[in-house]
């Protein structure tokens, strides 16, 4: 059995996703970011960094694992699922997804607080990171173009790369001109394992419609948690 303390965020969905695909069972430990229920010592002593997720694996002697990018592999190679075992094909997916870990989240991550949380709106700092963004967008389209998946088969490239891509809206890029990325993302999308895995937990945010009350209650609360010093880079 595997704990997963998460929250409605891209980083925290990437893991019940693969744990969803890797039919794992699990238990969905919900932490409070508002409440900083990150920063607790009960939470630290799993992840020191104080962020989400983390899992403590209860197979495995309450093995504990934090940073997303590391659980995916740890999930990855426990269940011989969705990373392929030879040299080259393994290789590929760990390059995607340290795409994503490198990139797409950390620009999106801060699209976000400069769009969206942080309560002086300055231009040129947000230009930069939809910016950048986009430009990793195009990147992901190009490889898309030839290719079903990122790397191959499916794999856990697929699902790191995809909670980041469908948030783009909060972010505030777009992604109309970009078909094949498009194609990939609903793809995606319609797998029932990806649906049961942004269900865990739900994010009180429908990304494809926004809702200008909700969106403004939902970066009301990020901008809270920004003046405590708990940094919203996680996304939505």
């Known amino acids: 059995m595997i704990d997963l303390y998460t929250a ?17 069972p699990y238990t969905l430990k919900v932490l409070d970011l508002g409440k900083r229920e990150q920063k607790t010592p009960e939470f630290l002593a799993i992840c020191p960094n104080g962020r989400i997720p983390a899992i403590v694996d209860r197979d495995e002697d309450d093995f504990a694992v934090f940073e997303s990018g590391a659980i995916l592999i740890y999930l ?3 269940t011989g699922q969705l990373l392929p075992r030879d040299a080259k094909g393994r290789s590929r997916v760990i390059q995607w997804l340290m795409f994503q870990m490198g990139g797409i989240g950390p620009m999106m991550g801060q699209a976000n607080v400069f769009y969206r949380y942080f309560p002086e709106k300055l231009p040129s700092v947000i230009d930069r990171y939809q910016g950048e963004s986009k430009r990793l967008f195009r990147v992901l389209d190009g490889q898309l173009m030839d290719h079903e998946y990122l790397a191959g088969d ?9 909670a980041w ?12 001109d970009l078909p094949h990325l498009k194609r990939w993302r609903d793809q995606l999308r319609a797998r029932p394992a990806v649906q049961r895995g942004i269900l865990s937990p739900p994010s009180n945010m429908d990304l494809r419609v926004e809702d200008p009350d909700k969106a ?17 880079q996680e996304g939505v």
């Open 8 to 24: 409605a965020t891209p980083n925290g969905h990437k893991v019940s996703i693969a744990l969803e695909e890797m039919a794992l």
């Open 76 to 78: 990855a190679e426990k």
């Open 154 to 162: 499916y794999s856990i490239a697929d699902i790191a790369n995809w």
């Open 165 to 176: 891509v469908r948030t783009h809206r909060w972010s505030g890029v777009d992604m109309d």
């Open 216 to 232: 403004r209650q939902f970066a009301e609360n990020a901008r809270l948690m920004l003046e405590t010093g708990q940094s919203r």
